[in-house]
Nanobody
């Protein structure tokens, strides 16, 4: 059973920073990639950032502001978010890909006020 535990969301002002963490209890499964998605009210869930091996990929609008990293020993993925904007407001979900099977966390709310 794979469980993903997210933490680090909150309410901040525009221009401030937050770091999200997601710890996976993966039970020895193969982890091909871990990442973060987000869903704003009335919008579809979208990919924010993903890390697979030594490669990372970001949504265009967060490039240069967000950094994804992973502690392989602890099966934990981080999302450092700098210079946050009101349009970054959403529920952020941690995602784990294991041989194309997807696992999701419960989500953590990030709210950025202007």
């Amino acid at each position: 059973q794979v469980q993903l535990m997210e933490s680090g969301g909150g309410l901040v002002q525009a221009g401030e920073s937050l770091t999200l963490s997601c710890a996976a209890s993966a039970g020895g499964i193969t982890i091909n990639a871990m990442g973060w998605h987000r869903q704003a009210p009335g919008k579809e869930r979208e990919l924010v950032a993903v890390i697979s091996g030594g490669s990372t990929n970001y949504k265009d609008s967060v490039k240069g502001r967000f950094t994804i990293s992973r502690d392989n020993a602890k099966n934990t993925v981080f999302l450092q978010m700098n210079n946050l904007k009101p349009e970054d407001t959403a529920v952020y979900y941690c995602n784990l890909d294991s041989n194309s099977r997807q696992y999701w966390g419960q989500g953590t709310q990030v709210t950025v006020s202007s």
